[in-house]
C-alpha cells in the first residue's frame, strides 16, 4: 500500500504562486508515476501534470504549460507542483495520484491518490 498527502494548497490571487506538495508513505519502491490532478466543482477530474519515476518522461495539459512545474525528489518520496501565474480558473481541489511505468490521463489508471487541498485564485 501507498498513501499520499497533498499540503500547501489555499487562497491566493490573480498572478500569484503556490507550491503543492505530495508526500508519498508504505510500499514506494519501483518506478512509480506522480501524478497531479484538479476537480473544479461541476467538472471532471483532469489531469494536469506528471512525471515517470525517471523524470525520463514528463507530461503538462496545455491550458499549465509554461505556467506549473512538475518535479519529484525519489529520496524523499514527495513530488512537488510549481505554479505560477495563476488564475481564476485553476481554482480546484488538486490531487496528487500514483501508477505504475508508464504516464496515463485516465484517473482509472491511477491506483493511488490523496485527499486533496484546496486552491483557490481570487481574481
Known amino acids: 500500500q501507498v498513501q499520499l498527502v497533498e499540503s500547501g494548497g489555499g487562497l491566493v490571487q490573480a498572478g500569484g504562486s503556490l507550491r503543492l506538495s505530495c508526500a508519498a508513505s508504505?510500499?514506494?519502491?519501483?518506478?512509480?508515476?506522480m501524478g497531479w490532478f484538479r476537480q473544479a466543482p461541476g467538472k471532471e477530474r483532469e489531469l494536469i501534470a506528471a512525471?515517470?519515476?525517471?523524470?525520463?518522461?514528463?507530461y503538462y495539459t496545455d491550458s499549465v504549460k509554461g505556467r506549473f512545474t512538475i518535479s519529484r525528489d525519489n529520496t524523499k518520496n514527495t513530488a512537488y507542483l510549481q505554479m505560477n501565474s495563476l488564475k481564476p480558473e485553476d481554482t480546484a481541489v488538486y490531487y496528487c495520484?500514483?501508477?505504475?511505468?508508464?504516464?496515463?490521463?485516465?484517473?482509472?489508471?491511477?491506483?493511488?491518490w490523496g485527499q486533496g487541498t484546496q486552491v483557490t485564485v481570487s481574481s
Open positions: 512525471i515517470t519515476w525517471s523524470e525520463s518522461s514528463i
Open positions: 495520484a500514483a501508477r505504475v511505468l508508464t504516464i496515463r490521463i485516465d484517473p482509472a489508471a491511477y491506483s493511488f
Open positions: 508504505g510500499r514506494t519502491f519501483g518506478a512509480y508515476v
